[in-house]
């Protein structure tokens, strides 16, 4: 109740710092409420697991080099079903909950969809009280915090444990080693086994630090498993200057920016050794307390890989098996195919991970005689498969001196999915058709979900107060009632409340933008969004493009009607992406520009607002009118801020791509504002060749305003940058087919004008998004990952199936 939990905190905050609310500043309140809950939430975290042990429960391993869980104290609370009572004995102590959420730093730990997308499922994990835990690494710095300089992106570090963090115990019983380097070479042991003898290899110690995933109130706490270096005791001797220390510490100490193309090499690979290794050890040992046979772990453990960053998962495992286990090969990769599976999240070439064999046979002497023993048995099984034996070539794992890591996580896993349903199909049918051809069986999809209690309940207040009033709250267990707002699409009362929950959170937005960027916008101008990192395939450029053109219109008619549009932008660039970072630079100019013109009369104005991230998305996605969803069609595998947008009311702009099929699908062809060329247009014109940029240059008087505008001075301070977006689309033809595209995104963009006018118009399609958005619940997503993939069952508290 409110008045034992006032007690419990003031006896807490008295025993951790001596002193009364009065005097505590936010963080020490901060920490006392974290520590609070912790001890609240740990027996909780201790039954879960002992009901997992006791049962036997086959448990799922979700192996992710990436998390993005952002802040995690308003989300614990409404999970442990806190959050009111929490909120009330604050206020009768004068706190309010809000200032103490502030103190928290968002854990970065991730780039951007795949690590966001790794933390949705975790919270949807235990709320659904499936058994699943994640494996992933302590990075001591989270992404970089973003800054414009001069409109240059500039990346700082974020040293987000400079605080502490009250969420993370850490494990010091269940630190593992993990080596790397040294010779290896194999040897018969008194039974005639061949074992491996190792020399001269680095050991280094893995010590896992472990954060309680807390399900929606159901008492149940999983676990994420974080794993940091340290020099073991027994090799102190060895390290002595400061500079040798830091080398090892650098293993965990940064999350690898750059998400475009595998890079840091030799690092970049020691991390992904380092958390498969102390995952896979601390499974196995975890195994071991089953006392269950050896070759039935996969009754028992399900090892998820998320993209190829974790593929090692596959020849750790063998190694294990085969070494210390003492199976036979055949019995070790029997257990192995079984427990892995694997889902692919992008189809750029760019991003398709392969190491040098140099560097791996380096790193990794006996992992890199297992792989390369995959691949043999891979070619040879194969030859027998196939005429064409151009397939092998294409589908093997060591090749061209690379060790293909996509290739070693599809031969390694039973399953293997893509995250909407055109990506896996594009898997089955162009980019891994060859695979597809092999195994037909393995390929399946899985189309991606959200956290809808973070991106609606949490991140909306007003609207979802709306929502309880006018259908009561189901939803806030079952987001699939939320179709019942379809019976009130006609209701003005409803309607004009859910205007004014938007108005609100506009507001909201409206005051966080004057107070960062010192811009005023007014909520009564459209919100256009486009969050996301920044990408050539995402075409934040077409956008750009499109405001340009809004501009000059308004210059060569300043007296003309044009609806008023704030154009909101959010988006990290990779730092070594320089292509990306002009566009910031150009979006940043452009800005200065239009915001500052007094043509303009505040009809348009953009905000780029800086450092991007989870908790800035719970601000900007509720006050979204417009979600833009631009890339080209092919080249976005699902999206994830589509659906968080859609949740909000935010009606979509968007090509046929990714999961914005299955949002067009779920609110009718009427309710969504398709525009642009298909993927299978896209594909003919690869095929045919005949994509001309130039020609749309010279055809398209618009297209050549703006375009000019990037080197004619128009845009002041763009010279170099401007002259590089000019050629990448005019002398580079265009990769990403933003000119194609162009025509039909401004009529696109100019009936969504006229929607927007008809205000009961409008707020009817708003309805009708959020009303439909309950499918895109990460809950029903790994649902499906827990019956089609890894065969997990829920707690049922007695349960004990395997006797
Ligand atoms: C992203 C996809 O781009 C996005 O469409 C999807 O929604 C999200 O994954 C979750 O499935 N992909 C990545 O973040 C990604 O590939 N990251 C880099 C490691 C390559």
Known sequence: TKEQFITQFKKRLSEKYAMGVEDASPTELYNTLGSLMHSAYSSDRHHTWRQYLLNKQK?????????????????????????????????????????????????????????????????????????????????????????????????????????????????????????????????????????????????????????????????????????????????????????????????????????????????????????????????????HTLKEPIHRIHEYVAIHINDTHPALCIPEFMRIMLDEEGMSWEEAWAVTLKVMSYTNHTIMAEAMEKWPIDMLKQLLPRIYQIIEEIDRRFVEETELKVHDRSIIDRTRIINHNQ??????????????????????????????????????????????????????????????????????????????????????????????ALAAAKRQNKENLAALIKKTQDITVSPDAIFDVQIKRLHAYKRQLLNLMHIIKCYQDIKNNPDSEFYPRVFIFGAKAAPSYAYAKT?????????????????????????????????????????????????????????????????????????????????????????????????????????????????????????????????????????????EVFDSLIRYNDEFFVLRDFESYVKAQEKITECYKDKRKWQKISLINIANAGVFSADETVKRYADDIWQIEPVTEYSSKKG
């Open 583 to 723: 566009i910031i630079k150009c979006i940043n100019e452009t800005a200065n520009l239009v915001n500052n013109d007094p043509d303009v009369k505040d009809r348009l104005k953009i905000v780029f607002l800086e450092n991007y991230n989870v908790s800035l998305a719970e601000v900007i996605i509720p006050a979204a009118d417009v979600s833009e969803q631009i890339s080209l069609a092919s080249k976005e595998a699902s999206g994830t801020s589509n659906m968080k947008l859609m949740l909000n009311g935010a009606v979509t702009i968007a090509t046929l791509d990714g999961a914005n099929i299955e949002i067009r699908d779920a609110v009718g062809e009427e309710n969504i504002n398709i525009f642009g060329i298909t993927e299978q247009e896209v594909y003919d014109y690869y095929e045919s060749n005949t994509y001309s940029a130039v020609s749309y240059f010279e055809k398209d008087p618009v297209i050549r305003r703006v375009l000019e505008a990037f080197i004619d001075g128009t845009i002041p301070n763009i010279q170099s940058e401007g002259r």
């Open 59 to 287: 448990q799922a391993y979700y192996f992710s080099i990436e998390f993005l869980p952002g802040k995690l104290m308003a989300s614990n609370l409404l999970n442990m079903d806190w959050l009111e009572t929490v909120e009330e004995g604050l206020a009768e102590l004068g706190i309010d909950l809000a200032d103490l959420t502030e103190v928290e730093q968002d854990m970065a730990l991730g780039n951007g969809g795949l690590g966001r997308l790794a933390s949705c499922f975790m919270d949807s994990i235990a709320s659904c009280g499936l058994p699943g835990n994640g494996n992933g690494i302590r990075y001591e710095y989270g992404l970089f915090k973003q800054k414009f300089i001069d409109g240059h992106q500039v990346e700082l570090p974020d040293d987000w444990l400079s605080t502490g963090n009250v969420w993370e115990v850490r494990k010091d019983s269940k630190a593992v080693d993990v080596c790397f380097y040294g010779q290896v070479h194999l040897e018969e042991d008194a039974n005639g086994k061949l074992k491996p003898v190792y020399k001269n290899q680095q050991v280094l110690r893995a010590v896992p630090y472990d954060t309680g995933m807390i399900g929606y109130k159901n008492n149940i706490v999983n676990n994420m498993r974080l794993w940091s270096v340290e020099i073991p005791n027994s090799e102190e001797s060895k390290y002595r200057s400061l500079e040798e220390r830091r080398t090892i510490e650098d293993l965990t100490a940064v999350l690898y920016p750059d998400d475009s193309n595998a890079k840091g090499q030799m690092t970049r690979l020691a991390q992904e050794y380092f958390f498969v290794s102390a995952g896979i050890q601390s499974i196995v040992r975890y195994y």
């Open 403 to 496: 060790v293909h890591m996509a290739h070693l996580a599809i031969i390694g896993s039973h399953s293997i999915n893509g995250v909407a349903k055109l990506h896996s199909e594009l898997l089955k049918t162009v980019v891994l058709h060859d695979f597809y051809s092999l195994y037909p069986a393995r390929f399946n999809n899985k189309t991606n979900g959200i956290a809808e209690r973070r991106w609606l309940q949490l991140a909306n207040r007003p609207l979802s107060s709306v929502l309880d009033k006018t259908i009561g709250t189901s939803w806030r267990d079952n987001p699939e009632d939320l179709q019942q707002l379809l019976n009130y699409q006609d209701d003005q009362k409803v309607l004009n």
